[in-house]
């Protein structure tokens, strides 16, 4: 059986625009399509990722423009729907003013207290 | 101790932060006591085994180059592969090979291969235990 991985991502907007996408998020799907057992929790700003409609589209630099911008909420709808457990904490996003009904479909929130259980059941945890 | 096998993931490019120099550390220090090391580079840090890392002079020092003996990642990573053999360890590097697209950093020095998140995975699910040291 493969072990149970947690992903928990801290540091947001990371490079994101160079990148297309979160490193990290891009990280747990390519891992779970290799047959990986992972969950994604996201803390701290990262939970912003879970707010729908986001655009990071119309950067340009001169002639060259962002034509693929990154669209982390769909990545992370996309991640959740592939059936990996996306959970944000829910203090961060109340801290934030961020309300769960804006939310994309498959993220669930959980409390800080319910972190130390979280981080017991998964057998590695990746703290980015 | 019976020889454990450990992974690391590192994630930052050289010469910006000191999370790497301890990534060695704790990277050297295993292979010292002649434990199995897996390495996977993401993102910059695909850097770190770039083959035209050159040394440089440092006028602030009043050093030449030769004088100056700059440390250029490289030559750690060789060191490693060297420090291996030597302890009869088996160390696997592996760079994520659409980050050294990305960077067109895909002259490397020898001994170091293409991955992709696919290979960290098979490292983690085999090794006793793994850390990540991301980009902050």
Request: glycine share 8%; with cysteine.
């Amino acid at each position: 059986m493969p072990k149970k991985i947690l992903h928990i991502v801290d540091s947001a907007y990371r490079a994101t625009i160079e990148e297309q996408d979160d490193t990290v998020i891009w990280f747990a799907h390519a891992m779970k399509g290799a047959g990986a057992d992972v969950s994604v929790l996201l803390r701290g700003n990262a939970v912003n990722y879970a707010l729908e409609g986001q655009d990071a589209s119309g950067l340009s630099f001169g002639a060259k423009k962002q034509t693929q911008p990154p669209a982390l909420d769909a990545d992370l709808a996309k991640l959740a729907a592939k059936g990996v457990e996306v959970l944000y904490v829910a203090e961060d996003a109340k801290e934030r003013g961020l309300d769960p009904g804006a939310f994309v479909a498959g993220p669930k929130g959980i409390s800080r207290k319910e972190l130390a259980p979280l981080l017991g059941r998964h057998d590695l945890v990746f703290t980015w | 101790m019976a020889k454990q096998h450990l992974a690391f993931l590192l994630m930052d490019g050289p010469y910006e932060q000191a999370r790497t120099t301890t990534g060695f550390r704790l990277i050297d220090l295993a292979l010292k006591r002649g434990h199995d090391v897996t390495v996977f580079c993401y993102e910059g840090a695909v850097s770190l085994a770039f083959a035209k890392q050159t040394p440089h002079a440092n006028a602030v020092h009043g050093r030449d180059a030769v004088q100056e003996d700059h440390p250029n990642p490289k030559d750690w990573v060789t060191a490693f592969f060297a420090r291996a053999q030597e302890k009869g360890s088996k160390l696997t590097w592996i760079n994520c090979g659409l980050c050294v697209d990305e960077r067109g950093a895909g002259e490397c020095v020898p001994n170091v291969v293409r991955g992709s998140p696919a290979d960290f995975w098979k490292a983690a699910e085999a090794a006793n235990n793994t850390l990540v040291i991301p980009t902050r």
